[in-house]
């Protein structure tokens, strides 16, 4: 009886103490933000693997887990267009933050591109501000928060460091490459290459017969590379610009969402360098 008890009081302090409820608005924002936090905080993912957040619906789901929530974490810069109203109609008090805050938006066409997260300085940045955010929200656990926030960046700034070095490796007229949706606008900026896409930075619109054969035009004209589909878009799309160019499709990338589990890119750092290896290889093959 007595051992019972110590062991009641010992367990005690560890399970009475309330978890903070951390919401993250999409897969890739909920590994990085889980990556800061371990297990000091319960991390709820609204926009699943695999998924698309640009056209998303929030179900009564995920107005409950916003409404029990701590704190909140957006992308911002436009993407999640229907997180600012499932978070009002929520009546929730948690506070949110936006992950991009402090990055200089990339604009395509005029439009902010919302695919920061896509070159690893901005990864940073995002990780960054989830461990200041944190620190302000749960101050009694700041420093663990940092110090997990920095061994992670020491991680995603080495990769940088890589591809930076992987792709410059690769030769001037090999740096152009299609996808099916203009997501990758940071990696193309940050490391040097060129991605073509048929739909524009927002999965929503279609091209049309005009815009395609502008596309595939330019595709004969500039020399393209190769061709990639995404996880979260329709490959057909991208399947007919293969049959009309006779490029072949040299892979699939991750743009908006991590893999299912069991996939190659069940993490950010994951998705990542499973992006990079598949430009490598597709890139490297061709002469
Ligand atoms: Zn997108």
Redesign the pocket.
């Known amino acids: 009886m007595r051992v019972m008890l110590l062991v009641m009081v010992l367990l005690l302090p560890a399970t009475a103490a309330a978890q903070t409820k951390v919401v993250a608005s999409f897969s890739i924002l909920g590994d990085m933000v889980e990556q800061v936090v371990g297990d000091l905080a319960e991390v709820t993912t609204i926009v699943g693997p695999d998924a698309d957040a ?1 056209v998303y619906m929030p179900n009564v789901e995920d107005a409950r887990a916003v409404s029990d929530a701590d704190v909140i974490f957006v992308n911002g810069l436009g993407f999640e267009t229907w997180s600012q109203t499932l978070i009002e109609s929520s009546g929730t008090t948690a506070q949110v933050f936006v992950a991009t805050e402090g990055i200089e938006p990339l604009l395509v066409d005029g439009e902010i591109d919302p ?1 920061a997260w896509n070159a690893l300085p901005n990864g940073v940045v995002y990780v960054t501000n989830i461990a200041a955010a944190m620190a302000t929200v749960d101050p009694d656990n700041a420093d663990t928060y940092l110090a997990k926030a920095n061994a992670y960046i020491e991680r995603l700034s080495a990769l940088h460091v890589n591809t930076l070095q992987l792709l410059s490796a690769l030769p001037p007229d090999n740096r152009t490459v299609v996808t099916a ?1 203009d ?1 990758f606008g940071y990696l193309a900026d940050a490391y040097g290459l060129t991605f073509l896409a048929p739909v524009g ?1 927002d ?1 929503e619109a279609e091209p049309s017969a005009q815009q395609l054969a502008a596309l595939i035009d330019q595709i004969r004209e500039q020399g393209v590379a190769a061709l990639f589909v995404e996880n979260i878009t329709n490959p057909d799309l991208v399947q007919q610009i293969a049959n009309e160019t006779g490029l072949e499709i040299g892979g699939r990338l991750y ?2 969402a991590l893999s299912d589990r069991g996939g190659p890119a069940t993490s950010y750092l994951a998705m990542f360098e499973h992006n990079l290896g598949t430009l490598l290889v597709a890139l490297s093959a061709t002469n």
Request: hydrophobic share 25%; aromatic share 0%; glycine share 0%.
């Open positions: 640009h695919h949706h997501a930075i999965t743009s908006d």
